[in-house]
């Protein structure tokens, strides 16, 4: 009896693996693909800058009446330069290497200086003061450019592009002459938002999928202001032009 019972456990035994044997071989589960992103420029962004301003401001001379010319500058140079900061918003599209896009910004700042002139009218001296000065700098432009690879580890990739459009400004122009005696002769001052062009080129790195940092640098060109002093018959009048560079380093989110 017991020789009995163990060959029919081994022969048992041998049945079963030699089924198992037969089954079909099934394959190990293969881990889940995760999708790796695509590089895009197309969307919405918005981020923050700071600049630097460099203004070839002046005042030139464009008619006077009542007044010895000798006694008044002809030509007045304003330029001044400093920092200032600020915001941008805008949308790209991209075509396969190609990027373009619509964006609008505005800058603060704090540029702009004052220059004096003495003059002499006979038995009187004209002393002409005339400032101006910029408070904030805004453009709205469209930029066209490329896609690059980039070299630097921590960039995933470069974008070099042109740009141009408007460009608007708020100034603050003064004007004043002293006469010595009696006192203060024909002054004027306005404050306003002047329009004109701007263009340039700039970069921009992608440091991750919704971040990226950019750079670039802008001539402006705004339309000329003119200031008319007047007071008692006398009158003077000077166009104002401004012009210049601004350079701006800034991050943008995109979303």
């Known amino acids: 009896m017991k ?36 590089l895009t420029w197309s969307g919405f962004y918005a981020g923050v800058h700071g600049a630097w301003i460099s203004d070839n401001g002046e005042a030139e001379r464009s008619g006077v009446s009542g007044v010895n010319p000798d006694a008044l500058p002809t030509r007045l140079g304003l330029s001044d330069s400093g920092f200032g900061g600020g915001a941008q918003i805008g949308y790209l599209w991209q ?31 004209l002393r002409t003061d005339l400032s101006s000065q910029m408070s904030w700098f805004g453009t709205v432009k469209g930029r066209i450019g490329v896609t690059m690879p980039s070299l630097l580890p921590v960039v995933q990739q470069s974008l070099l592009y042109v740009t141009g459009g408007l ?16 006192g203060v002769g024909p002054q004027a001052r306005s404050e306003e938002w002047t329009t004109g ?22 001539y402006f060109n705004l339309d000329d202001e003119t200031l008319t002093l007047a007071r008692a018959g006398d009158q003077v009048s000077y166009r104002f032009k401004n012009d210049g560079w601004i350079s701006r380093v800034g991050l943008n989110v995109r979303f």
């Open 95 to 125: 075509f396969g290497s190609v990027v373009a896009g619509l964006e609008a910004d505005l800058t603060g700042m704090d540029v702009g200086r004052s220059r004096s002139f003495d003059g002499v009218d006979g038995a009187f001296g």
């Open 3 to 38: 020789r009995l019972f163990v060959s029919l456990s081994a022969l048992i035994a041998g049945t079963a693996v030699t089924a198992a044997a037969d089954l079909p071989g099934q394959a190990a589960p293969f881990p889940p693909v995760l999708a790796v992103p695509t």
């Open 167 to 182: 460009a608007y400004a708020q100034i603050e122009h003064q004007g004043q002459v002293t006469v010595t005696p009696p």
């Open 197 to 218: 062009f701007v263009i340039g080129a700039g970069t921009e790195h992608m440091l991750t999928q919704t971040i990226s940092i950019r750079s670039e640098t802008l």
